[in-house]
Each structure stands twice: as structure tokens, then as C-alpha cells.
């Protein structure tokens, strides 16, 4: 079964930062995008980051400069460097990943738990 584990949330002061890794573990037999989303209190979920399969990289406009998506094949491993944090970006981050499981031929998307990323002023 596949599954996808959220770490490194926490609570920050303005402008400090944190580092955020999400690991896809279970029999994959194809890992395709893997994505960062963020959840506010009363918001809708967005998309912050984005790392396609092809290495393309997308950012929401509100963190473009200061936030970093990388990727570690080797490891299904996808990373948000979070710099120059602020308020605004307090939020439940979540990993989503579009992958085929092993054994299927369709992909299909993965979500984590979330993890809490407080950022006071």
C-alpha cells in the first residue's frame, strides 16, 4: 500500500525558515509529480510547489523567490525549502504525489496527513 509521510513542520519566527520532506513509500512502480499544497484556517487548499516527473518546477506567485521544491529520485523523496517565512504562510502543508502503483497501469493521486507549519510575527 502506498503511503506518504510528511516531516519537518513546526513553529517559526518571521523570516526564519524550515525544510519540509515527504517520502512515498509502498510498492511504486512509477512516481510521476509530487507536489506541495497548503491549507489555511477558512482558505481553501492551494498549490505551493510543484516538481513534475519531467523536472519542471511551478510556484504559487505568493512564494516564488523563497521557496525551493527538490526532488531525490532515489529515494521518492520530495522537499520544500521554506525561506523568509511569514504570517501568511501558516498553514497544514500537504504532499500529494501522482503515481501508478505497482501492479496497475493508471495513475492516481496520493495524498499525506499534513503537517503544521506556524509562522509567528
Known amino acids: 500500500q502506498v503511503q506518504l509521510v510528511e516531516s519537518g513542520g513546526g513553529l517559526v519566527q518571521a523570516g526564519g525558515s524550515l525544510r519540509l520532506s515527504c517520502a512515498a513509500s509502498?510498492?511504486?512502480?512509477?512516481?510521476?509529480?509530487m507536489a506541495w499544497h497548503r491549507q489555511a484556517p477558512g482558505k481553501q487548499r492551494e498549490l505551493v510547489a510543484a516538481f513534475t516527473s519531467g523536472g519542471i518546477t511551478n510556484y504559487a506567485d505568493s512564494v516564488k523567490g523563497r521557496f525551493t521544491v527538490s526532488r531525490d529520485n532515489a529515494r521518492n523523496t520530495v522537499y520544500l525549502q521554506m525561506n523568509s517565512l511569514k504570517p501568511e504562510d501558516t498553514a497544514v502543508y500537504y504532499c500529494?504525489?501522482?503515481?501508478?502503483?505497482?501492479?496497475?497501469?493508471?495513475?492516481?493521486?496520493?495524498w499525506g496527513q499534513g503537517t503544521q507549519v506556524t509562522v509567528s510575527s
Open positions: 500529494n504525489a501522482v503515481l501508478i502503483p505497482a501492479g496497475q497501469s493508471k495513475s492516481r493521486g496520493y
Open positions: 509502498g510498492s511504486i512502480f512509477s512516481l510521476n509529480a
